[in-house]
């Protein structure tokens, strides 16, 4: 009996608890004022600011009232006194509550950007980051410094959104250089997530759901470009990651087993030595820590001009391989 009464004071405490958070939630979501758009920034970063601190907090704000008002932050600052429209405010009502548990903004707006171009995510796929800005521009330009007149194949493993694949298309067209696009992810809701950019991008991709521990070495051939951004974060490194990450971005696109953080690149370096045509790329995206280990896998007469590249902010993140014409 007192095990039960135990228990049952656990529930009733978890549940005040509970309450209290909620009340407190609710309460903030009355009480911002939605009078102005400038007064909705105020309110807004303040809310978000024990979340994430005051920079990030103003950031998120902008994005939300960015998306919100469908204008540019400069153009939105002009309109600070002015009131939003009551279909904007009652749609900031909507994303309170979610904003207020630490979702990723990029969800509750449904949208990301990435290399100057808006794309939409959801849950299913993780949020496109700079670094792999870094990396698709890379290909780019490896791609416009050949001197070869031909349509890419380009293929990339885990698209997740598709924005490298989709990006590449578009800067290759601006380019007038042709681009055969594929793309192949294990989950089915993110690859849904891929052809919806694809169309708002008016570009044609081949998508197929996969998964390349089960792939053939014939799968694919002569393709002049493989690209992956894999899982490569060890699974001890999880409590060092921002909460809004670990609870809401897809732990299968994020995490590697610690034993063998290089599962991924191991496999998709033995695919991409028979889906490639010689004299064709391989680009890699690389945790901070791995850019020896993986390079060192690359150690074999199948693969040339190895590079390892860092980021803007001085880490290795990247690499780039030529398939030997004569291996």
Request: net charge neutral; glycine share 6%.
């Amino acid at each position: 009996m007192v095990f039960k009464n135990a228990q049952i004071l656990k529930i009733f405490f978890q549940i005040c608890t509970y309450n209290a958070i909620s009340v407190k939630k609710i309460q903030f979501i009355r009480m911002l004022d939605y009078r102005s758009w400038g007064s909705m920034y105020g309110g807004l970063w303040q809310a978000l600011e024990p979340l994430y601190g005051q920079v990030e907090a103003q950031a998120v704000s902008r994005y939300v009232l960015e998306q919100l008002s469908g204008k540019e932050w400069f153009a939105l600052r002009q309109a600070f006194d002015a009131p939003p429209a009551p279909p904007q405010a009652a749609r900031l009502r909507r994303m309170l509550p979610r904003l207020l548990q630490a979702e990723p903004v990029q969800y509750v707006t449904g949208t990301a950007h990435f290399y100057g171009r808006e794309f939409v995510v959801n849950p299913a796929v993780l949020i496109p980051r700079g670094e792999t800005e870094e990396l698709m521009c890379w290909i780019r330009d490896t791609i416009t410094a050949s001197a070869e007149s031909k349509t890419w194949r380009i293929l990339d493993l885990g698209t997740g959104s598709g924005c490298i694949p989709v990006s590449l298309g578009l800067e290759l067209e601006a380019r007038h250089i042709g681009a055969e696009l594929y793309g192949t992810d294990l989950s089915a809701a993110a690859l849904e997530v891929a052809s919806q950019n694809a169309r708002k991008h008016g570009l044609a991709v081949k998508w197929e759901q996969q998964n390349i521990f089960e792939a053939t070495a014939a799968h694919y051939r002569d393709m002049d470009v493989v690209v992956s951004n894999p899982p490569y974060i060890p699974l001890h490194e999880k409590d060092s990651l921002a909460r809004h990450v670990v609870e809401y971005e897809p732990a299968q696109a994020l995490f590697v087993p610690d034993e063998d953080p290089l599962i991924f690149y191991r496999r998709i370096l033995e695919l991409a030595a028979s889906w490639l045509a010689a004299g064709g790329y391989l680009f890699f995206e690389i945790h901070e820590s791995q850019g020896a280990a993986v390079r060192a896998l690359f150690e074999q007469p199948t693969w040339e001009a190895v590079e390892l590249r860092q980021d803007i902010h001085g880490k290795d993140r990247m690499l780039r391989a030529r398939k030997a014409i004569k291996p």
